[in-house]
């Protein structure tokens, strides 16, 4: 079993950064792939980016490439999201969940996930 907080989520003005924190309980957290998602009001919910369970594998969506960055430190249990040049298309809930299953970039390949994080960002 596998618990998730995320954290790190505020209203920031288009252009900034920040950085949310996915924390996890249990002892197997180390084994699993961890993806970030985001949901806007009236859309579905979108795959961001994912990293591996040894984090020797990134994926991230066209639309935040080069922009945005997965990490995870397993030793503390925790997954980052570093984003940065954030525009207003950026504003939504954002998700962590943890993995194991395919797709890479679809819900249906993670079966643990956060309660969610809001980041609004304003022009």
């Known amino acids: 079993q596998v618990q998730l907080v995320e954290t790190g989520g505020k209203w920031v003005q288009a252009g900034g950064s920040l950085r949310l924190s996915c924390a996890a309980s249990g002892r197997t957290f180390s084994t699993y792939r961890v993806g970030w998602f985001r949901q806007a009001p009236g859309k579905e919910r979108e795959f961001v980016a994912a990293i591996t369970s040894g984090g020797s594998s990134l994926f991230y969506a066209d639309s935040v490439k080069g922009r945005f960055t997965i990490s995870r430190d397993n030793a503390k249990n925790t997954v980052y999201l570093q984003m940065n040049s954030l525009k207003p298309g950026d504003t939504a809930v954002y998700y962590c969940?943890?993995?194991?299953?395919?797709?890479?970039?679809?819900?249906?390949?993670?079966?643990?996930w956060g309660q969610g994080t809001q980041v609004t960002v304003s022009s």
């Open positions: 969940a943890a993995g194991s299953t395919y797709p890479i970039r679809g819900p249906s390949g993670y079966g643990y």
